[in-house]
């Protein structure tokens, strides 16, 4: 298996970045970008079950990114708002 990015970079075509997703302490956040690329480190925000349902219903880049990173089980919890948080009860 190959190795999978800490974030995910999402660019326009002329390679300006638009949003960025990562996984943080069992949460899912994304952060989006200012037209002139420039990001605003406080602006991190928590995906909510809907959004994360959006991605997975509509087969987004971001989703399968988190297929891969998470494994579909603990995408699927994320997508119900599991209590037991994205790894169970292994965590």
């Not at 638009?18 to 605003?40: C, H, K, M, W």
């Amino acid at each position: 298996m190959g190795l999978v990015p800490i974030t995910l970079l999402l660019e326009n075509v002329d390679g300006s970045p638009t949003e960025e997703y990562r996984v943080v302490d069992a949460e899912i956040q994304v952060r989006g970008f200012s037209p002139n690329g420039l990001e605003d480190n406080s602006k991190w925000r928590t995906l909510s079950p809907e959004e994360l349902t959006a991605h997975v219903e509509k087969s987004t880049i971001v989703s399968h990114w988190l297929r891969q990173r998470l494994g579909w089980r603990a995408l699927l919890r994320a997508c119900v708002a599991d209590q037991r948080g994205l790894y169970g009860d292994a965590a």
